[in-house]
Structures are given as structure tokens and as C-alpha cells.
T-cell receptor, first 116, second 114 residues
């Protein structure tokens, strides 16, 4: 069975600095996607960034980028120039695309605090 | 465009009582998900619909939970009877298709069972 592990329950970063959130996963599948979701205190989760497993190039979305190490099964999120609005829970998620299951598995989340 | 709508936002009930949650996905989205999010945890899938069909309900506790998505649009998730351990946030999400690379989440319903 696939698993997603986020080993950092909480992280802090100074405003305008850079922070990296860690995520590891375990799978024997070759066809999958990885995602980072943000959940602000209002609870509505939004997609931050996604990565196709077959793509070697790391995904980037403005201040957000990932470091995807497929062999190591690692998928970290880097937030550059951190802003107060980045404070939230961040969830790493794995989606199996094998056999049309498209099932999402989420990690336990990392709470990010941004210090002014 | 309206996002995923859920109601109620909060619900407090006594154990053994029934409860129902309602979700209206984004217009045109064929895939609908119900998740349960326990405190301090990530969402866990309960059921996924493709139009009216429940294509993955392997994690739904069928002895007390039921769901329906009539006409392939809005959906209702029911718990009867509720237990103390059912206290959680129930999230609904939708996507155009299951293989679409973005789910859109609703604000969730926070259930407290006393």
C-alpha cells in the first residue's frame, strides 16, 4: 500500500526568507502524481503545485518549487520570499494513476508559521 | 464561478443521532469526493463518484455511513447512528474527471458528536 510521510509537524520561517517542507512516499507503482495542498485556517484546501512522476524536471509555480527525487521517493516543497499569507497547513499528497484508481493519499501535514 | 458548496458548516449532535451533509460540486465536474479529516491529520477518502456511480467506496464504513449522488450533481453523505469517533471535518471535493490534475475542495463541515 502507498504511504505518504511528512516528518515535520511544524515549521517556522521569517518573512521574506526561504523554507523547505519535506515529504517522502512509498510506492511500487510507476504511474502517479504528487501534489502539495495548502489549507489556511478557513479550512478550504487549495492546490499549490503538482508533479508528474514521469517528468524529471521539477515543477515551479511562482515562489513555490519542488525538489522531486524519484529514486529516493522524496518530494519537498520550497517556498521562497515567504509571505504572511503563506501561513497554513501544507499537505503532501500522492495519487495513484495505475489501473484507473486515481486515489489520493494525503500526509499528516506540516503547519507553517511565518514570522513578521 | 462558484466553488464547491457544502452545508452545514458546523453541526453538533448527540451520539446515536443521525446527521447528513450536503455538497454541491463545481458545475460540470463529473467526479466528486467525500473525505474525512480527523484533527491533526490529512484527509482520508471515504467515497468517490464518477457521475452517479460510486466507483471507490472501499473506505466508507457501510454499517453506518451512506452516500448518494442522484442525477450526478449534488451529493449527500449520511451517518446513522453517529458515534463519538465520527467527530471530524467532512470535506467534499470535485474535479472535471478523476484523472484531472486538480481537485477543488469545499470549506468542509465540522461535526462534533457529544
Amino acid at each position: 500500500a502507498q504511504t505518504v510521510t511528512q516528518s515535520q509537524p511544524e515549521m517556522s520561517v521569517q518573512e521574506a526568507e526561504t523554507v523547505t517542507l519535506s515529504c517522502t512516499y512509498d510506492t511500487s507503482e510507476s504511474d502517479y502524481y504528487l501534489f502539495w495542498y495548502k489549507q489556511p485556517p478557513s479550512r478550504q484546501m487549495i492546490l499549490v503545485i503538482r508533479q508528474e512522476a514521469y517528468k524529471q524536471q521539477n515543477a515551479t509555480e511562482n515562489r513555490f518549487s519542488v525538489n522531486f527525487q524519484k529514486a529516493a521517493k522524496s518530494f519537498s516543497l520550497k517556498i521562497s520570499d515567504s509571505q504572511l499569507g503563506d501561513a497554513a497547513m501544507y499537505f503532501c499528497a500522492y495519487r495513484s494513476d495505475s489501473s484507473g484508481t486515481y486515489k489520493y493519499i494525503f500526509g499528516t501535514g506540516t503547519r507553517l508559521k511565518v514570522l513578521a | 464561478e462558484a466553488g464547491v458548496v457544502q452545508s452545514p458548516r458546523y453541526k453538533i449532535i448527540e451520539k446515536k443521532q443521525p446527521v447528513a451533509f450536503w455538497c454541491n460540486p463545481i458545475s460540470g465536474h463529473n467526479t466528486l469526493y467525500w473525505y474525512r479529516q480527523n484533527l491533526g491529520q490529512g484527509p482520508e477518502l471515504l467515497i468517490r463518484y464518477e457521475n452517479e456511480e460510486a466507483v471507490d467506496d472501499s473506505q466508507l464504513p457501510k454499517d453506518r455511513f451512506s452516500a448518494e449522488r442522484l442525477k450526478g450533481v449534488d451529493s449527500t453523505l449520511k451517518i446513522q447512528p453517529a458515534e463519538l469517533g465520527d467527530s471530524a471535518v467532512y470535506l467534499c471535493a470535485s474535479s472535471l474527471e478523476a484523472r484531472d490534475n486538480e481537485q477543488f475542495f469545499g470549506p468542509g463541515t465540522r461535526l462534533t458528536v457529544l
